[in-house]
């Protein structure tokens, strides 16, 4: 089971740029870095999607629409993973989950990303 902190949301017009930042760890304290880590967002009245995700070794996967507008990055040493997301479109706007990849059951609060047209 595992704890996660997101932060970095907020309101920004078309065309602008916000970075999500995140850490997750582990219930128990024991410090072993994720495999994959992973950004996830959902918009209203949709399922939750994968955006971006990242292995220890850096390699990064990317949903079709964000691809070369949104940079995944990570820290192994703190479990930590952002996501800066330049060139916003107003169908960017939803509720940004970070977790691993596949998602531990337990998710975050989220951050919101609402991007005004």
């Known amino acids: 089971q595992v704890q996660v902190v997101e932060s970095g949301g907020g309101l920004v017009q078309a065309g602008g740029s916000l970075r999500l930042s995140c850490v997750v760890s582990?219930?128990?304290?024991?410090?072993?870095?994720?495999?994959?880590m992973a950004w996830y967002r959902q918009a209203p009245g949709k399922q939750r999607e994968l955006v971006a995700s990242?292995?220890?070794?850096?390699?990064?996967n990317y949903e079709d629409s964000v691809k070369g507008r949104f940079t995944i990055s990570r820290d192994n040493a703190k479990n930590s993973v952002d996501l800066q997301m330049d060139g916003l479109k107003a169908e960017d706007t939803a509720i940004y989950y970070c977790?691993?990849?596949?998602?531990?059951?337990?998710w975050g609060q989220g951050t919101q990303v609402t991007v005004s047209s």
């Open positions: 582990r219930i128990s304290g024991i410090f072993v870095a994720f495999n994959e």
């Open positions: 990242v292995t220890v070794g850096g390699t990064t």
């Open positions: 977790n691993t990849a596949p998602p531990d059951r337990t």
